[in-house]
């Protein structure tokens, strides 16, 4: 099985900064992604960004240009740095990891609340 652990979310003030932390552990063979979608209250989840086995990164639109996305390959350990965070924000961040070789399986964490105020 594979375990993932989010931290790093909670309440913070708009315009400031965060960062959230994923961690995989278990029985994971190869890495071939990692990356967060979010789900705020009565929306659906969404993308928010990802990171490839090659450190290649993408963004959704709304987090392009105040977050970036990386990852330790050593102990599989993924952070979502966002800064000038907007009320938008508020939501539920989920993490997940892609691995496998010939087959390939997703898992997810249990997510983790961060909430933007004014």
């Known amino acids: 099985q594979v375990q993932l652990v989010e931290s790093g979310g909670g309440l913070v003030q708009f315009g400031e900064s965060l960062r959230l932390s994923c961690a995989a552990s278990?029985?994971?063979?190869?890495?071939?992604?990692m990356g967060w979608y979010r789900q705020a209250p009565g929306k659906q989840r969404e993308f928010v960004a990802s990171i490839s086995s090659t450190g290649s990164t993408k963004y959704a639109d709304a987090v392009k240009g105040r977050s970036t996305i990386s990852r330790t390959n050593t102990d599989n350990t993924m952070v979502l740095a966002m800064n000038s965070l907007k009320l938008e924000d508020t939501a539920v961040y989920y993490c997940?990891?892609?691995?496998?070789?010939?087959?390939?399986?997703?898992?997810w964490g249990q997510g983790t609340q961060v909430t933007v105020s004014s």
């Open positions: 997940y990891v892609v691995h496998g070789r010939s087959i390939f399986t997703t898992d």
């Open positions: 278990g029985r994971i063979i190869s890495i071939v992604g």
